[in-house]
């Protein structure tokens, strides 16, 4: 199998329905859900949507902010024309490999 990079899975998660994306689907998912998910940001994205995605996330979600990555290159990586933000549930085998590359290219801070 092919190694692939974590916005390869990331389209993946977006084919399977398990990537929520856009702020107002995180931010609505982040504050309904008992779940924990995983957020990702780009570097270019508004203060806002970071003021806000650091507030719901730091309370009981796991967190990754990139950056090196444009959100026009995110939203390449899920068939979009652009995206700032999107989450991934934790405990599921896209997320879990998301992470452990995101981990292991060294492009995300926790």
């Known amino acids: 199998m092919p190694d692939l990079s974590w916005m390869s899975f990331l389209g993946l998660a977006r084919r399977a329905g ?3 994306i856009g702020q107002d689907n995180v931010f609505a998912v982040l504050q309904k859900n008992k779940k924990n998910y995983v957020v990702i940001m780009t570097s270019d994205r508004s203060d806002a949507v970071a003021r806000k995605a650091k507030k719901e996330a730091f309370s009981r979600h796991s967190f990754f902010q990139l950056r090196t990555i ?3 290159k995110l939203g390449e990586a899920i068939g979009l024309a652009g995206c700032q933000i999107v989450a ?3 405990g599921e085998g896209l997320t879990d490999a998301v992470i452990l590359r995101l981990k292991e290219g060294g ?4």
């Open 18 to 20: 398990v990537l929520v």
């Open 70 to 72: 444009e959100r026009e």
């Open 88 to 90: 991934l549930p934790e």
């Open 107 to 110: 492009e995300a801070i926790e």
